[in-house]
């Protein structure tokens, strides 16, 4: 008779990073662990500027950008924010293009 709680088969197991983990560069020699980048997004909106402010009050603020323009913010799985001097497009064109050549190792 069911107890209406889900078994331990029936829930979704959590992906956990290889430990061997693909670095993603983020622009001047800077680098990322591809598994961790849960978004990458502009900094434009006002809610961007927000979250930013509050990684920096938190101490998870890391800035990447080398005292350029920030053109993107990536977010973390541990909720720490990244800045980058590099387009959101250009890092995630990355991300596909080791995507593509990583598929066929694995």
Do not use: C, W
């Not at 961007?48 to 053109?71: C, N, P, V, Y």
């Not at 497009?89 to 066929?104: K, V």
């Amino acid at each position: 008779m069911p107890s209406g709680r889900p078994r331990a088969s029936d829930q979704a197991q959590e992906i956990l990073p290889s430990p061997v983990s693909t670095m993603i560069s983020i622009g001047y020699g800077n680098l990322v662990a591809a598994a961790r980048v849960v978004s990458i997004v502009s900094p434009q909106a006002a809610p961007m500027r927000r979250l930013r402010e509050q990684a920096s009050e938190a101490g998870k603020l890391i800035d990447a950008t080398e005292g350029r323009r920030t053109r993107s913010i990536i977010v973390t799985d541990s909720d720490h924010i990244i800045l980058s001097a590099i387009n959101p497009e250009t890092i995630s064109a990355r991300f596909e293009t080791d995507r593509a050549s990583g598929s066929a190792d694995v």
